[in-house]
């Protein structure tokens, strides 16, 4: 049997209701056939897709305890040694880094054997990233060297340079900031958005995220129903609830059974007062057990919103689950009208607003920039005037504002006034930075030189403490560029 025979037979014989477990035990069953290794290797290949896709990180490495981790040990053990990839990602699974780079290194000259192979992302991913992710410690060092002996594009040997170098740490500031100047330079390539993706909702950066996850073409790492989960959730947190329950839907319908999703888009009906359709949702999620304690909870609410406080009683009282203990008081006050009979419900995860406080007096200044970026952000997001003016971060499909990119920088904000011009605002914590200037300048000519800027006007606004004497002369001298001071002070009392 050649491999495309026992391809085609594995095909025939495990179709894809099968379990792993049952596949396993049918594939035990045959006896001194030939090519049977070859059916062994399918296998493994078939489980490693499962194992591996769809994520960034292996967030727990104890390998012994993952089933799936299990039977693919158990099943390579009865392949050849010809595929050295999977020999490499075998040993990765048993701890055994010296046998796992030995194997790794075959693999990588392999690739090079293959007909009209070409390396780029895809290769990267399939090969690399998607099984091995963080790995052992010196692995992508030997991709790098791997690839580079082969002279690929140095492209790809920078792309294997930027992902050692994110999973080298677990600075996620670090690592937001390697990749956006990975992407201003190679905005063609789909991995770096997609790890910057998870990062910016890792960091509640929401509208960073929608804004990266809407510029990938075609998903390398992540599942597109991922994706699409991930753009529902954010769009919630932003409260765009109408675009979050589009992106819910349209998970559901690449991936009907993924967890949370038809509980997610149910709250988020809830919160736009769909509540029958809400309550559809999330009785079907009980009846199937999916998504618990959360679609219990939130079937609660829902049961609140429609007045429904007899029968949402009955559902409590029948201690099927787990309900949050103020829901339970909640219903038993509706009942007893002890309260107003009608009620909004009560939000799940009700996220505090941020209120800005004027800080003023003297020179104190911000640890980093962040926390002034922070502030201004609040203040812009919550309808407040700065500098003032009447601003919002600049936002279009697959583009927002907050540490935009462009060729030659990236921006701290860009913003617009309600006539569609733009405003370049730089922040520094202090005057150490001479070039500041010259660098809010160069942004301001690029935005003349390109189409974002046509018919509108271009403005820069720098803001920082304690500026020097000549920076407000370079820009008092330029009409298009304005100086703001913070002063935070802490007063006794």
């Known amino acids: 049997m050649t491999f495309e025979e026992a391809q085609k037979y594995y095909n025939d014989k495990f179709p894809v209701e099968m379990t792993y477990d049952e596949i396993s035990a049918e594939i035990n069953k045959i006896k001194n056939s030939d090519g049977i290794e070859y059916i062994h290797e399918i296998f493994c290949n078939d489980i490693l897709t499962i194992i591996s896709r769809g994520f960034i990180r292996y967030y727990n490495t104890n390998f012994n305890k993952n089933n799936l981790i299990t039977l693919f040990k158990n099943h390579m053990v009865k392949t050849t040694k010809e595929n050295s ?11 055994d880094f010296h046998e796992s780079e030995i194997y790794l290194i075959k ?10 192979v070409n390396i780029d992302e895809n290769i990267i991913v399939e090969y690399f990233l998607e099984p091995f992710k963080q790995s052992f410690q010196g692995f992508w060092n030997i991709v790098y060297k791997g690839l580079m002996k082969h002279k690929v594009s140095n492209d790809i040997l920078d792309l294997c340079i930027l992902l050692k170098s994110f999973y080298s740490t677990a600075n996620n500031e670090h690592n937001i900031e390697e990749l956006t100047i990975f992407i201003q330079k190679c905005p063609y390539f789909n991995i770096p958005k997609e790890l910057l993706a998870v990062l910016y909702q890792d960091a509640c950066l929401w509208k960073n995220s929608i804004a990266c996850l809407e510029s990938i073409k075609e998903p390398l790492v992540l599942y597109k129903d991922e994706v699409f989960f991930m753009l529902g959730w954010a769009h919630g947190k932003c409260k765009e609830l109408k675009q979050s329950e589009t992106y819910y839907r349209k998970c559901l319908d690449i991936f009907p059974e993924r967890k949370d999703v038809m509980n997610n888009l149910a709250y988020t009906l809830y919160l736009q007062k769909k509540y029958t359709e809400a309550k559809a949702i999330l009785e079907k999620c009980l009846k199937e057990n999916r998504d618990l304690p959360y679609s219990a909870n939130n079937y609660i609410r829902v049961l609140i919103a429609l ?7 009955k559902f409590i009282n029948s201690n099927k689950y787990k309900i949050d203990k103020n829901l339970k008081e909640r219903v038993q006050k509706l009942r007893n009208k002890k309260v107003l009979k009608k009620a909004n419900g009560t939000k799940l995860n009700d ?14 200044q911000f640890s980093n920039e962040k926390i002034l970026e922070d502030e201004l952000v609040a203040r812009i997001e919550n309808g407040n005037s700065v500098f003032g003016l009447d601003l919002k971060i600049y936002r279009r499909y697959g583009a927002y504002g907050r540490q935009y990119t462009i060729p030659i920088g990236r921006l701290d904000l860009l913003c617009e006034d309600s006539k569609g011009d733009l405003y370049i605002i730089e922040l520094k914590k202090d005057a150490g930075y001479d070039d500041v200037y010259k660098q809010i300048s160069a942004y301001i000519d690029w935005f003349d030189k390109n189409e974002i800027s046509k018919g509108k006007k271009v403005y820069g606004i720098i803001c920082l403490n304690s500026p020097s004497k000549e920076l407000i002369e370079k820009v008092h001298a330029n009409k298009r560029v304005k100086i703001f001071e913070y ?3 802490y007063t006794e009392i």
Do not use: G, H, R
């Open 107 to 116: 693999a990588i000259d392999n690739i090079f054997n293959i007909p009209d």
């Open 487 to 489: 002063k935070i002070s």
């Open 351 to 364: 996220e505090a607003v941020f209120k800005p406080k004027n800080y003023t007096v003297n020179y104190q």
């Open 307 to 313: 007045e429904e406080y007899d029968y949402a009683e």
């Open 85 to 95: 990839f999977l020999w490499s990602v075998y040993y990765y699974f048993c701890n």
